[in-house]
């Protein structure tokens, strides 16, 4: 089952990357007859709960590439220092956060968001102009971005609890889940149940309590919850029309379609799902627990069977990949994948381990494992190489650079092939199109290198800084 990782480790040192593996066996030969493309946001059932997993919202070619022309890092004091590509110093802002425990969170666009868990608070940098946005968050608050929409955080304890807060980054705005929508008196929300519309203006998150889900809307203005909807289910999708919820059940569920009141639409019955798949066209593709796929719509009662998978192993998960061209299904010790018109693109067999080492958006390359990782181009189907290392820390936009933490300390392994940074340094930040990073010594100096040319001189950012990221911030 896929479900919520952990929060990565501190950088380890970087070392000489061990020589790469002999790449896992692959073969080609099924067909798993899906139809039309899916553009797919994943939705778990596991032990009654639906655990939910994003995606890439951008397309094939799109998800291959990265901007970037800012880097950005955090001072010892909290201030916000941006350079440009050439390493000159181009502002320096200042947060006003005290705390020690302060650290970049997430970034979107031309924003980077700053949490002091201390005082427990978000501040939202725009790097471009210099404004910031303070935002208060509950106590002990892990943030991850909500499913559907980059531009939505979710701040609450890792553990779940009535202390649940949206924040909108592009609007520099908060919602109170705890009081939004008929709510118990002391409501259950958990990190990974939200789903957002791709702009960022609606969001469902489930109340596991009651399960059914608290819908809110970022109306542009301070009042912004007023309208909050409660419905019965669990969200599956935010559309452009409403929402898509799922009714669980013994061996039986329900995908139920609403109207952007929350008016029932449509319920349609299934059978025993294991996982449901929001497509672009709106219509949901639920696999059953027999390795069945159904289709359903909101214009219809009927179900239509489009397929079934027969992969010899019981299925743990399924997740999109590489925008809406590929489908990754992880059963037993092997990985399939499988393009949108249903084609086995390859399976890789004998892994040691297919748990998916996820950090965000899921694109071209999707790596797995735990004490050796492989990573694989879902495009091609290739195993690019096994690295010997336990977790995944950052990839690139389109996956296919990793830097990843070991027994060997940390590295980059780009396109399967080890990058030598030499010794004493950790990766502190990867670009997003993956060919460059920011490399900091032990003498806390930084340095921004171009992967394409590792060997050459790297663009000094200067030392006693940390956290540093990269940031488009002409993204108009």
Request: proline content about 6%; some cysteine; overall charge negative.
């Amino acid at each position: 089952m896929v479900s919520s990782l952990p929060p990565p480790p501190p950088p380890a040192p970087a070392s000489v990357p061990p020589p790469p593996q002999p790449a896992p066996t692959r073969r080609r030969s099924r067909r798993w007859p899906i139809g039309a493309a899916l553009a797919l946001v994943l939705a778990v059932v596991a032990a009654g709960a639906w655990l939910l997993v994003g995606r890439d919202d951008d397309g094939g070619d799109d998800a291959a590439t990265g901007t970037w022309d800012r880097v950005v890092a955090l001072t010892d004091d909290n201030n916000v220092v941006v350079f440009d590509a050439d390493g000159e110093e181009l502002d320096q802002i200042g947060t006003g956060l005290a705390g020690v425990e302060a650290g970049i969170v997430h970034v979107t666009g031309r924003h980077v968001v700053v949490h002091d868990r201390d005082d427990h608070v978000l501040v939202v940098v725009d790097v471009a102009s210099g404004d910031l946005v303070e935002l208060d968050v509950p106590e002990d608050s892990t943030v991850r971005p909500v499913v559907g929409s980059d531009v939505v955080l979710h701040a609450a304890p890792a553990s779940g609890g009535p202390e649940s807060v949206l924040v909108n980054v592009e609007l520099g705005q908060r919602i109170d889940l705890a009081f939004s929508g008929d709510v118990d008196d002391d409501p259950l929300f958990f990190q990974g149940s939200a789903r957002a519309d791709p702009t960022g203006t609606r969001v469902a998150v489930l109340e596991s309590r009651s399960y059914r889900s608290v819908v809110v809307r970022f109306a542009g203005d301070d009042d912004v919850a007023d309208d909050a909807l409660t419905v019965d289910g669990a969200p599956v999708a935010v559309t452009d029309d409403g929402l898509v919820v799922a009714i669980a059940g013994e061996g039986r569920a329900a995908i139920r379609y609403l109207d952007d009141a929350g008016e029932e639409v449509r319920t349609v019955p299934v059978d025993a799902p294991r996982a449901t798949l929001s497509a672009a066209d709106g219509s949901i593709v639920v696999l059953t627990g027999s390795g069945e796929l159904v289709r359903t719509t909101a214009d219809s009662d009927d179900v239509e069977e489009i397929g079934s998978l027969d992969l010899g192993a019981e299925i743990d998960y399924a997740l999109p990949a590489f925008g809406d061209e590929r489908i990754v299904v992880g059963a037993g010790s092997s990985i399939s994948v499988f393009d949108a018109a249903g084609d086995e693109v390859a399976t890789i067999d004998d892994l040691a381990s297919t748990r998916p080492q996820l950090t965000g958006r899921i694109g071209r390359c999707v790596s797995f494992g735990e004490d050796e990782i492989v990573t694989v181009d879902t495009e091609s189907g290739d195993a690019l190489a096994t690295t010997n290392a336990s977790f995944v820390r950052l990839t690139s936009l389109d996956g296919c650079t990793i830097v990843v933490d070991g027994p060997d300390g940390s590295q980059i392994v780009r396109d399967g092939d080890p990058v030598d940074l030499g010794d004493d340094v950790n990766v502190q930040a990867l670009a997003p199109d993956g060919a460059s990073a920011v490399v900091v010594d032990t003498a806390r100096e930084g340095a921004l290198v171009d992967l394409d040319d590792a060997e050459g001189d790297p663009v000094e950012l200067g030392g006693d800084l940390r956290q540093h990221v990269f940031v488009s911030a002409d993204d108009d």
